[in-house]
């Protein structure tokens, strides 16, 4: 038996990514992956084209989302991997978050023109083909739009904590978020956790908090992660007792330094979350 490729963490247009449903898993696919969740932002609506084709190409679909949520003033991602997407709860809840990214978005738009750019909610619009309204959707109407050269440029200067398009975000909390992943039967998995602005100790007891709370995982290893920053999670996922994740956090080509299945493996001592899942040619 050979080792699985893993990836546990993806975009489609369902969401901020640029790929159909069908051409990230037939991507996955190419790139060798065995076993890919797609986890859209707060909506599921990509997963049952995804799972089609992944049937078609005899790839593991892992039916996910990554849900937003408010702690304390800060926006926190928790990726939910094995929800049933037909769970009511999970439904409702999701689309609550997705009428506050409508909000949101004519807020941001209001700020924006405030600021002399005109027309971004339509502007927006026209690059979000899916179920959510997201930064990224303005972000990339206003790189069109010639304000910010890139991704990275536009978001820093426009769409962040103190910059006249920003606007605070109003999320689940953590126990709802919780539950709704739990309740459809999923596990609960806190995304890319190198990448939030706080102090180590906010982060730490934001760990606790969630492990304490009914939480299962850490992204140990994320296309978002240096080496040592995989390493440093590694040690939180022992210290908290949570399983480790692994995800690109793949959005699509146009950022071709992440790839979807190009991943380190989990460092040693990780218990992957993945454990006890039915997996096809599973190594221990
Ligand atoms: P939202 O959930 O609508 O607030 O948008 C968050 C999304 O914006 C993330 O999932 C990323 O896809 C994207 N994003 C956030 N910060 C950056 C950044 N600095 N550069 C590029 N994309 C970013
Ligand atoms: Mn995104
Ligand atoms: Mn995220
Ligand atoms: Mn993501």
Not at 7 to 28: C, K, M, N, W, Y
Not at 158 to 164: C, E, Q, S
Not at 269 to 279: E, I, K, S
Request: aromatic letters at 8%; a negative charge.
């Amino acid at each position: 038996m050979s080792h699985l490729s893993i990836d546990l963490h993806s975009h489609s247009i369902a969401s901020d990514g640029t790929l159909t449903p069908t051409e990230l898993v037939q991507r996955a696919h190419a790139q060798g992956v065995d076993v890919l969740a797609l986890t859209d932002h707060d909506g599921t609506g990509g997963l049952e084209e995804a799972g089609r084709v992944a049937k078609e190409l005899g790839l593991q679909l892992v039916p996910g989302v990554e849900i937003s949520i408010s702690w304390n003033g800060v926006t926190f991602h928790i990726v939910g991997l094995n929800i049933d997407p037909k769970h009511a709860g999970l439904q409702a809840g999701l689309s609550g978050l997705r009428a506050f990214r409508i909000e949101r978005a004519e807020e941001i738009a209001r700020r924006l023109a405030k600021h002399g750019i005109e027309g971004a909610l339509e502007g927006a619009k026209a690059f979000a083909s899916g179920q959510i309204l997201g930064r990224t959707h303005f972000a990339r109407f206003l790189v069109e739009q010639g304000h910010a050269k890139d991704m990275r440029k536009v978001f820093k200067k426009f769409l962040v904590h103190n910059r006249p398009g920003y606007v605070p975000g109003k999320w689940a909390t953590l126990e709802e978020a919780l539950s709704w992943i739990h309740d459809s039967g999923g596990q609960a998995v806190i995304a890319h956790p190198a990448r939030y602005r706080l102090s180590a100790t906010r982060l730490r007891q934001f760990m606790q908090e969630f492990k304490d709370a009914g939480g299962e995982a850490l992204e140990v290893v994320s296309g978002s992660h240096s080496a040592g920053e995989a390493q440093g999670m590694a040690q939180y996922a022992k210290r908290f007792d949570l399983l480790a994740s692994c995800g690109s956090d793949y959005h699509g080509p146009e950022q071709p330094w992440i790839e979807l299945g190009k991943l380190p493996a989990l460092p040693e001592g990780c218990t992957p979350v993945w454990q006890n899942w039915d997996l096809q040619g599973q190594t221990a």
